[in-house]
Structures are given as structure tokens and as C-alpha cells.
């Protein structure tokens, strides 16, 4: 049973920082390009940023670039989201996603559960001022 497990949110001040964790289990981590969306309360969901399967090749969305950083440990099944000089708009609920990395340098850019063979169940990131 393929599972993953997102934890780190939690509640935090504008210019804050905390790190998100997604640890997967029941699949090859390291053949599957990873991404994280979030959804922010009564809005759809936003792709912000991914990685390829090997973690060298990143993305991110205009709306956090040079604020989040993204990284892969395929040896401890783990993907990473580096969140700092958090904004109230930040608060949302984010979700690691993963899709078969077909190549190398293959990156996701969905934004809609379909775009993805898994899904996690989310953690919520609130930011106050």
C-alpha cells in the first residue's frame, strides 16, 4: 500500500519559516518525480513547486520563488519543503503528490489530483500576522 505522509505545518508568524516533510512508503521513491500543491481556504488547488525523480532538477511557482526550496532524499524516501519569509497568503493546507518520473529531468507541473498516481493527506500551514 503506497502511502504518503506529509508533517511540519503548523502555525506560524508572517517572515516565519518551517519545514515540511513527506515521507513516502509502499513505492520506488526514487523513480517518481514529487511535487507539492497546497489549497488555500475556499480556493483551488495551486502547484508550487517540484522536483525530478533524481531531486536534481526543481521547480517552483512565481508565487514562492527565491521563499521555498524543495529537496529529495531518495535514501530516506523523503521530500522536503523549505518554507521561509512565510506570507499571510502562505496559509493553506499542502500536500506532497507523486507521478512516475519517466525521465531524468522529468518535473510535474499539476495542479489537480489527476495529474498524479499518488497523493497525501496534507498538512495545514497558517501564517498570522
Known amino acids: 500500500q503506497v502511502q504518503l505522509v506529509e508533517s511540519g505545518g503548523g502555525a506560524v508568524q508572517a517572515g516565519g519559516s518551517l519545514t515540511l516533510s513527506c515521507v513516502a512508503s509502499?513505492?520506488?521513491?526514487?523513480?517518481?518525480?514529487m511535487s507539492w500543491v497546497r489549497q488555500a481556504p475556499g480556493k483551488g488547488f495551486e502547484w508550487i513547486s517540484a522536483?525530478?525523480?533524481?531531486?536534481?532538477?526543481?521547480a517552483y511557482a512565481d508565487s514562492v520563488k527565491g521563499r521555498f526550496i524543495i529537496s529529495k532524499d531518495n535514501a530516506e524516501n523523503t521530500l522536503y519543503l523549505q518554507l521561509d519569509s512565510l506570507k499571510l497568503e502562505d496559509t493553506a493546507m499542502y500536500y506532497c503528490?507523486?507521478?512516475?518520473?519517466?525521465?531524468?529531468?522529468?518535473?510535474?507541473?499539476?495542479?489537480?489530483?489527476?495529474?498524479?498516481?499518488?497523493w497525501g493527506q496534507g498538512t495545514q500551514v497558517t501564517v498570522s500576522s
Open positions: 509502499g513505492l520506488a521513491f526514487s523513480t517518481y518525480a
Open positions: 503528490a507523486a507521478e512516475t518520473g519517466y525521465t531524468s529531468w522529468y518535473i510535474n507541473r499539476g495542479a489537480d489530483k489527476r495529474d498524479y498516481t499518488h
Open positions: 522536483t525530478s525523480r533524481t531531486g536534481e532538477k526543481t
